[in-house]
């Protein structure tokens, strides 16, 4: 049982910055929480499952869900992802905290649908740091990399609707951050369920 209402909480960042590794350790040890299903496009690779890693449909199946029934989507090296308000709805209404791994653009138009969307930006501890975070990864040619960085400092300028901040200079501390930011979201007064407070005669 929780007290206070469920929300969404939008973790975006520069890609080599940690983003997926923190979102598994924050679910992975938190019932309440809940990591968003994305609708895709593409072909699923072995060992995935639909519902489970993504939700795959063909491409005219999703061009008539975009407007519809999709918060936010993007298209990706050709192919289409997007996040289903429906599994939002469900998973909040079923008393889970919904963590969105997605980049700035998807996190604003998460915030415009959800208000209440706590919105947390990872940030690398310098530039250098996350292009050798890029060229240790060994799955990108120079190229690649240098249009990332690029990428990133443009991400980092443009996360103004972001409420709060976290360098990921090391990943146990990250996640300490990150779990505080959540409980206090939690115990916020407009956050708390009114049954609960009624109980307190408040």
């Keep these: 049982m929780r007290n206070s209402v469920p929300f969404p909480i939008v973790i975006s960042g520069p890609s080599g ?20 299903i994305s609708t895709t496009t593409r072909v699923p690779r072995e060992g995935e499952v639909s519902g489970v890693h993504y939700f795959f449909v063909e491409r005219d199946v999703f061009e008539r869900m975009k407007d519809r029934e999709l918060v936010e989507w993007a ?13 939002i709805d469900q998973e909040l209404e079923s008393g889970h905290d919904v963590v969105l791994n997605i980049d700035i653009q998807g996190g ?13 930006f990872i940030l ?14 060994g799955d990108v040619d120079e190229a690649v990399i240098r249009r990332r ?20 200079d090391d990943l146990d501390r990250a996640e300490t951050a990150l779990r505080s930011i959540i409980e206090a979201e939690r115990c ?3 956050r708390i369920h009114p049954a609960a407070l009624k109980q307190l005669g408040k």
Excluded: C, Q
């Design 124 to 137: 690398p501890p310098s530039m250098d740091v996350l292009e050798e975070r890029l060229r240790i990864r």
């Design 17 to 36: 910055v940690g983003k997926t590794t923190l979102v598994d350790r924050l679910v992975a040890s938190d019932d309440l929480l809940v990591e968003s």
């Design 188 to 190: 916020r007064r407009e």
């Design 75 to 87: 298209e990706v090296h050709g192919m289409f992802y997007g996040t289903p308000r429906r599994f």
């Design 149 to 168: 960085v690029e990428a990133a400092r443009g991400e980092i300028t443009g996360s103004n609707n972001y409420s709060y901040l976290v360098v990921n």
């Design 108 to 120: 604003n138009s998460v915030k415009r649908a959800f208000p209440d969307a706590v919105m947390i």
